[in-house]
């Protein structure tokens, strides 16, 4: 290895290398021919010693002998049934080809507790070269006699000590071979390693040019800011992740601060989107530009998990190196050309329309003339047949009682029970004469002629199942043969019960044993199955059995048209049906066998088959007994322990016929080691069941060429077609003659897409190899008709589905009638128009051609096929590739299944396999990844899912296959527990419509005719004005007001605070707080030696103390900043947003309390900020006696009152200046809204650190003269049931709330509202419940409140909503009186276009939005563009701008530069009204006039919050509101507690919280990949899998989604799983 590393390898040198691997690992070359021609080949790239020039070279020559299947035995690597030489040699080919060209594809992250595998395999040994560490083995057979590996005994005993893995595997993994294994592998991590050195100097030249001086540029190119609206990307002050200090509030209501990351104080830079990853590099070492210096005094200690580094993106978004590489490769690989998506299209008004599949003008088309049906050969009569199956039973228990019929064979080979033809005649006359007459009473039988009877036998007892089907037909009652069911709720027995109710059984037949081993209640009793009918269990031996009498003798008729058996068959979607064969058709069905078989008298018959249906039932029951033949009947249980034991059977007996599956003899092959004893030479017909199966073609040539040496000839393999409603179609004919070969046909699998036949050779990578099932049965006629529609008559190179017209065929699906109609009665039509024939053809469900010389070939199954964009593809086709993929020994053959799912109105491909519990991670991951490759190649079709799961995991049939349709429901309920899951919607969801051209909107040049702009009225509202009337109102100072109500109602109390009890634990009167204020004033002018107009922060708990702190501060002139405080538990991560907040607001000291002092000087804190850096902080625990000897009386109403700061959800810190004026106005108006009068009592549950939270809980009382009753939010983490019984004993009629208040109350007291009745909660008298939100209402949660408090006393009506933002901390509130608040539904799908549609309740793709509550007084709307800043018309999407006494002043940056003042509160409209000055909120939304009157009667005009510009993200050029994915992703799986989603680089993140065990969480990814896709037409590039309480939420209860993908790229979130979908 170390060899390679001298000098780079060319490309084709290295392609060439490869091709020496695969040939070594096919056993086409000796392990010496490979290293001669390795050394030639490297010869020149390393350093030799002299003398090596002159070595002869051999051509390659790869002799196709016995050797080459030796090899691949003992390797035992491959799956034999679906293994074919040319198709293995293609799909390496196609891999080999893909390598050279491949970009890295990331791999999923996965916790440690989810990885699946073995110690040993975790580990690299040392001194091992990267480019061999990094790939997957091949078989450890592989390895040469030279390959020692001296050091691997020393390592192994080394401890283990495992580093952080390239690109964030979990490790690497390596075999014990110095080839790296199958080649494949090796060269795929050469690929990654030469794809990420490739340009290193060019990822850091992106990384390093970045400049990030312009501390608020916004970058005009990047995907968020395409709408114009810079102005929201606001500057997050020094910090990309401020939070609030409660920044994660989660639904447990943890009020206190637990952020989960600190917040990187990294940059001053705009962060509003990131860009375009293009490269990536470890570097570190940036370094910090100069604008961020002065932060650079907080401590920071940003966690670090797996030893992630740190780097930064162009925009200077600190990112880990392994999360954004992976993203990295991720936008890479979609970067490559893959097939031309369809032409998308895009039809008006709204009508999203998928794409289409056009059909290509280049598909291929079949040629041929029409094709004529084809006769099998005339049924011959032979004189001595007998005139029915039960005659033929009565001649041989006669004439050759002693005759064997059946041996049975014990676990260990050994013949078990020897059943003669007088013993079966016997037992069977016994059993017919029990069930006739001993079941029920003589007048009330309960079993008649013509009833069905259900026969429960296991697959290890054929002798019960025989005399139980004999003594059936004897008493001419129809049995229907079923599975035993192993529990209640096996795999697809619900529909067996199905089938067993509609054909009316009551009585089962079973074995004694079998009777024993049934499920059994604790009475005894058997219970009753899941959809089974109530059954009687009957038990058939002999011991059980009454003697018939003498002269009773059961009617044996000739063969007629009563249905002889049932038998079941289950389809593509899991339903059973009951397929009847008449006696006739048995009997001519026999018959047939008989003559193409050359069935003789007493010939030995050894069957593996399953004989209690199809082919197994045909031959080894029926067929055998009318020519007296013995039969060998080999269990399944025997083959599992012994394959080879049909193979020393057939010796032992000398049998002349086998009955066999191709996994029989592949299973023979795998076990083959050169045995002496055994010889196939007495065979005159090994009968291949599934010879039918394109892939059945591999296993006989291979058993063939293994055994021919056993004496084995070619012209005995027989492989035969046969389906349950046709029974045999086609076998081929056992001939003496060797000379005339098998039809072989080599077809492209694109022409079979089409459903064409194309002959190819074996040189093209894509194509299939299919043996003839030999001619038509005798007596029947064959067409071959189109597989949909009309039931045409097929071309001759034309793919259809064979129908069979015979007397040996099913008749009907018992009991119903209409498919028995579409399967069993058709007339297949000639072109021309006329009939086939006037008798009725069987449609046999297989699909193929006929041949030359009437030869049928079978290409699949109508079940198995798959329709992709017009184009048919064949499970088994899929499954065959998948299994040639090497190396194998990652999942379990036979243990893999493919279905499609419907997704986006096409049909997807979908992979699920069974994965050995030794392979790694990363070679199970290598593994999917070539699949997919080999897949895409070879059939032209993607895959949407790819999912191994852990071994035995999967439903089982019970004869041990695979259970389809279960397994399909499972993928489909999100309950399969995959361990590893690879989807591709990227590259194989080509149909998503194309994204409206953004139409010109109304510009200047528009007609404006008074009110109207392009004929609509403008969207503008108002809401009633500001009268002066009270008493206060002369007052235009808050401080004056206090003063006043001192002096007026000193007594009046204006605060309660409530505990977590509910008691009263302090309030304040008006005198109180003026005293209080007036000595906090003293405070800070005595201590703090503070000037007028200086900004004081106020780090309290919520309560009274803050009221206090903030009056003493107007009393002092001083501007007032709350501060939420850090949490005492979470120190390190909330103290640093407190820091921020000080320092950006520019504060001159800190005013607290006395605890809070302490926690600020406690270890903890010092580590995190030092406390020298703290301004001085003052307690005010302890005032001073005496007041301050004057109060400040300010002049100016225009000057700052107080600054509101608080944290975005996109984590922007923001700080708002409200002067005294917009104090007054913003109080007056909630007072006139919510009436607001000393008498009245409101409860406030509300945070009071910011926006109108802080109005309500510290000024609008003194405005006011109300009490309010304060309940710290806090506080219902430990009672819950606070808030509501507190409204209900102080009989409060007002109350507001937080979204995570009401979330916790209807989360918590969900099933406690019977017991809070008891208690006396009654709510009838709240009038108003006002949820306070800068957000759209979320209609579900307050719904849910509403009718969960229903019973106690709360009207729907009362819950409502307000509506805030930064520039106006009120806009909407829904008050006391007024109409209520309406709803309206709108088109989803038009939104995206930024249009309103609206539609009713219940259509497709409709979004409910509730009004935001009533606008308030003084307040005026209008929605304008936010790009033109043109006024839009009622109805229409647009910006809310508004215009109120209350708007604030502006943003306070402690930098001086005032961000983006004059486009956020003062911008004028483009034309209209151009002169009145508007505030931007950044929320999108539209006003609706509605049929309502206001009080002032005039018509009520309703405004709709849809949500913010800056969290909306556009994609495929429409704009999403997050929300409305999160709610769709929600909705998808039980399991799902919350999401949240956001973009990175045009990448959609979906991040989900699982509730559940782990072994779930990769259930979710393609339920979320699906959902998105179907409801948003929206790909998702990455899921995220966490724990619960992983994304943050703030005291609003908003999710903090930019924090959160802060998180995710510093790999911080500590995920369950990633998936990144390809």
């Known amino acids: 290895m170390a060899e390679r590393e001298a000098s780079p390898l060319p490309l084709d040198v290295r392609a060439r290398l490869a091709e020496l691997e695969l040939e070594l690992s096919e056993g086409d070359i000796t392990q010496k021919g490979y290293e001669k021609k390795r050394s030639k080949l490297i010869r020149a790239y390393i350093p030799h010693p002299g003398g090596m020039e002159g070595m002869s070279h051999r051509p390659f020559f790869a002799p196709l002998s016995a050797a080459r299947f030796h090899r691949r035995r003992s390797s035992g690597t491959r799956d034999e049934r679906y293994r074919s030489d040319v198709h293995s040699e293609a799909v390496q080919a196609v891999l080999a080809r893909h390598v050279e060209s491949k970009v890295a594809v990331p791999m999923p992250s996965k916790r440690r507790s989810l990885v699946v595998q073995t110690s040993m395999d975790a580990y690299t040994p040392p001194g091992l070269s990267p480019l061999c560490s990094d790939s997957s083995s091949g078989s450890e057979e592989e390895a040469g006699p030279g390959d020692d590996m001296p050091g691997m005994e020393h390592w192994m005993t080394r401890p283990a000590h495992l580093g952080p893995a390239h690109l964030g595997s979990t490790s690497s993994s390596s075999s014990s071979t110095q080839s790296g294994g199958s080649g494949n592998a090796g060269r795929l991590a050469d690929s990654l390693a030469h794809t990420h050195l490739s340009h290193p100097h060019l990822a850091h030249a992106h990384l390093t040019h970045t400049h990030l001086t312009q501390s608020h540029h916004v970058s005009a190119h990047h995907s968020q800011t395409h709408h114009g609206i810079g102005h929201l990307s606001l500057k997050r002050k020094a910090a990309l992740g401020v939070a609030e200090n409660g920044g994660s509030l989660r639904r447990s209501c943890e009020f206190g601060s637990d952020m989960l990351w600190p917040p990187p104080l990294e940059s001053d830079e705009n962060h509003s989107a990131p860009p375009d990853v293009t490269g990536y590099s470890s570097d570190s070492s940036h370094s910090r530009p100069h604008s961020e210096r002065h932060i650079g005094t907080i401590a920071r200690n940003t966690q670090k998990y797996g030893n992630a580094e740190r780097m930064e993106t162009g925009d200077g978004v600190p990112v880990s190196s392994r999360v954004s590489a992976k993203i990295q490769q991720l936008v890479n690989t979609l970067k490559m050309p893959r097939r031309p998506p369809l032409r998308e299209f895009f039809v008006d008004d709204f009508e999203e329309l998928l794409e289409v599949q056009q059909p290509d003008p280049k598909q291929p088309r079949p040629e041929g003339a029409e094709m004529l049906a084809v006769s099998g050969e005339a049924l011959g009569v032979v004189t001595n047949w007998p005139p029915s199956l039960e005659a033929a039973l009565q001649r041989w228990g006669t004439i050759s009682p002693k005759a064997p019929c059946l041996t049975s064979l014990d676990t260990t080979g050994k013949p078990l029970y020897v059943l003669t033809y007088g013993k079966l005649w016997s037992r069977s006359i016994k059993l017919a004469f029990n069930i006739l007459h001993k079941l029920g009473s003589k007048q009330e039988p309960m079993v008649r002629p013509g009833d069905r009877v259900a026969l429960v036998f296991p697959n290890n007892d054929p002798v019960a199942f025989m005399v139980a089907f004999y003594g059936c037909l004897l008493a001419e009652v129809v049995p229907v043969p079923i599975e035993v069911p192993l529990t209640r709720k096996d795999a697809g027995s619900q529909q067996i019960g199905f089938l067993l109710g509609s054909c009316g059984v009551t009585v089962a037949l079973t074995s004694d044993a079998c009777h024993k081993g049934l499920p059994k209640s604790a009475t005894g009793e058997i219970p009753q199955f899941r959809g089974w009918p109530k059954l009687l269990w009957f038990v058939t031996e002999s011991k059980h059995l009454s003697k018939p009498p003498r002269d009773w003798f059961p009617h044996i008729k000739d063969a007629n048209n009563d249905t002889a058996y049932i038998e079941y068959k289950t389809c593509k979607d899991g339903s059973v049906l009951g397929v009847t064969v008449m006696r006739i058709a048995l009997l001519t069905h026999c018959q047939a066998l008989t003559q193409s078989c050359g069935y003789t008298e007493a010939e030995t018959i050894v069957n593996v088959l399953d004989f209690k249906k199809d082919v197994g039932l045909w031959h080894g029951i029926l067929t055998s007994v009318m020519n007296m033949m013995h039969v060998i009947s080999v269990p399944y249980s025997l083959m599992k322990v012994n394959p080879l034991s049909w193979i020393q059977k057939v010796y032992h007996f000398k049998a002349k016929v086998a009955c066999v599956k191709s996994r029989d003899m592949h299973w023979a092959l795998v076990a083959h080691r050169e045995q002496k004893d055994i010889s196939l030479s007495s065979l005159r017909m090994l009968l291949v069941a599934d010879g039918s199966n394109p892939w059945s073609i591999s296993s006989c040539d291979a058993f063939l060429n293994v055994f021919q040496s056993k004496g084995l000839r070619s012209e005995v393999i027989c492989p035969c077609a046969s389906s349950p409603e046709a029974l045999t179609v086609a076998i081929r004919r056992p001939v003496e003659d060797s000379s005339q070969p098998p039809g072989r046909g080599v077809l492209s699998m694109q022409g079979l897409s089409y459903s064409v036949v194309r002959v190819d050779t074996e040189e093209r990578l894509s194509v299939l190899t299919v043996q003839d099932v030999g001619t038509v049965m005798p007596g029947a006629l064959v067409c071959v008709v189109k597989p949909d529609g009309v039931p045409l008559l097929c071309k001759t190179d034309e793919i259809g589905e064979l129908c069979v017209c015979s007397v040996a065929t099913g008749t009907s699906y018992y009991g119903l009638t209409g498919m028995t109609k579409n399967t069993f009665e058709v007339f297949p039509v000639a072109s021309g128009g006329g009939l086939v024939s006037e008798y009725a053809f069987v449609r046999t469900g297989l699909l193929g051609f006929v041949g030359p010389g009437g030869l049928v070939f079978i290409s699949g199954k109508m079940d198995g096929l798959i329709v992709v964009s017009g184009r048919r593809h064949n499970a088994d086709d899929i499954i065959a590739t998948a ?351 919510c009436e607001l009068y000393p008498s009245r009592e409101v409860a406030i549950c509300l945070d009071p650190y910011c926006g109108l939270g802080f109005v309500l809980w510290c000024l609008c009382s003194v405005y006011s003269g109300h009490q309010s009753i304060l309940i710290p939010p806090v506080e219902l983490e430990s009672n819950p049931a606070l808030w509501l019984l507190a409204v209900s004993q102080l009989r409060v009629r007002d109350t507001f709330c937080s979204y995570s208040v009401m979330e916790l109350c209807t989360k918590g007291l969900g099933l406690q509202t019977d017991a809070l009745k008891a208690r006396g909660l009654d709510l009838s008298r709240v009038r108003a419940c006002v949820v306070v939100a800068e957000e759209r209402p979320r209609m579900s949660l307050t719904h849910s409140f509403s009718k969960l408090f229903k019973d106690l006393g709360l009207h729907p009506r009362s819950v409502s909503t307000a509506f805030g933002c930064r520039v106006n901390l009120a806009i909407c509130l829904q008050g006391t009186s007024g109409p209520d608040p309406t709803t309206v539904y709108v088109d989803m799908r038009a939104l995206r276009h930024d249009r309103v549609r609206l539609v009713e309740r219940g259509s497709p793709h409709s979004l409910p939005l509730m009004e935001s509550g009533k606008i308030l007084p003084g307040v005026r709307i209008i929605i304008a563009n936010p790009e033109t800043k043109g006024p839009l018309g009622d109805s229409h999407l647009g910006e809310i701008w508004v215009h109120s006494a209350h708007n604030g002043s502006g943003y306070y940056s402690g930098y001086g530069e005032e961000v983006l003042q004059s486009d956020h509160f003062t911008s004028r409209l483009s034309f209209g009204d151009t002169s009145t000055v508007w505030a931007r909120t950044g929320y999108l939304g539209f006003l609706r006039r509605t049929e309502l009157t206001d009080a002032s009667g005039e018509r009520h005009d309703a405004l709709y919050v849809v949500g913010a510009l800056e969290e909306a993200m556009e994609l495929r050029g429409m704009r999403y509101h997050p929300i409305d994915i999160e709610t769709s992703v929600i909705r998808t799986h039980q399991s799902i507690m919350e999401c949240a989603v956001f973009p990175w680089t045009n990448l959609l993140v979906v991040v989900v919280e699982l509730e559940g065990s782990e072994q779930e969480a990769l259930d979710l990814v393609p339920m979320v990949t699906k959902a998105v896709l179907e409801e948003h037409y929206l790909i998702v590039g990455v899921v995220v899998v966490t724990d619960i309480g992983v994304i943050p939420i703030n005291s609003r209860g908003e999710k903090q989604r930019m924090h959160l993908r802060d998180g995710f790229l510093q790999d911080q979130l500590d995920p369950i799983y990633v998936a990144y979908n390809m």
């Not at 852990?950 to 439903?955: E, G, K, W």
């Not at 800190?1150 to 020298?1172: G, N, P």
Request: proline fraction near 7%.
């Open 883 to 1233: 299994l040639a993929v090497e190396p194998m020994k990652f999942i379990y053959r036979g243990r893999i299944a493919v279905f499609s799912v419907t997704v986006l109105r096409d049909e997807r491909i979908v992979v699920v396999a069974e994965q050995r519990p030794d392979s790694t991670e990363e070679d199970s991951f290598q593994w999917m990844s070539r699949v997919l490759q080999a897949i895409d190649s070879i059939h032209g079709v993607g895959v949407f899912c790819l999912g191994l799961v852990p071994a035995n995991s999967l439903p089982k049939t019970p004869l041990g296959g695979l259970h389809l349709s279960e397994t399909k429901q499972l993928y489909l309920e999100g309950g399969l527990h995959p361990c590893n899951v690879l989807m591709c919607p990227h590259t194989c969801v080509t149909n998503l419509p194309k994204p409206r051209q953004k139409q010109p909107e109304i510009g200047p040049a528009s007609v404006m005719v008074g009110n109207l702009v392009s004929g609509k009225r403008i969207a503008m509202a108002s809401g009633r004005d500001l009268g002066q009337t009270d008493d206060n109102d002369q007052f235009l100072f808050l401080s004056e007001v206090l003063q006043w109500r001192s002096q007026t109602t000193p007594e009046h109390i204006l605060y309660t605070l409530l505990s977590s009890r509910g008691a009263v634990s302090s309030s304040l009167t008006c005198l109180q707080l003026h005293k209080r204020a007036e000595r906090v004033a003293a405070l800070l002018l005595e201590r703090g030696g503070l000037q007028e107009g200086d900004h004081i922060a106020l780090v309290y708990p919520p309560g009274i103390d803050l009221i206090a702190a903030f009056y003493g501060c107007l009393y002092a002139g001083c501007v007032p900043i709350t501060v939420r405080p850090p949490h005492p538990q979470n120190i390190s991560t909330t103290l640093p947003t407190v820091k921020m907040i000080v320092e950006v607001s520019r504060s001159a000291c800190v005013m607290t309390t006395a605890v809070i002092c302490k926690l600020l000087r406690s270890k903890e804190a010092v580590a995190t900020v030092d406390i020298r850096n703290w301004p001085p902080v003052l307690d005010t625990d302890d005032l001073p006696k005496k007041k301050s000897p004057a109060l400040y009386k300010p002049c100016n109403p225009d000057a700052l009152a107080y600054l509101d700061f608080s944290v975005s959800t996109t984590g922007m810190l923001a700080g708002v200046q409200v002067s005294h004026n917009a104090v007054g106005a913003f109080c007056r108006s909630v007072k006139l809204q």
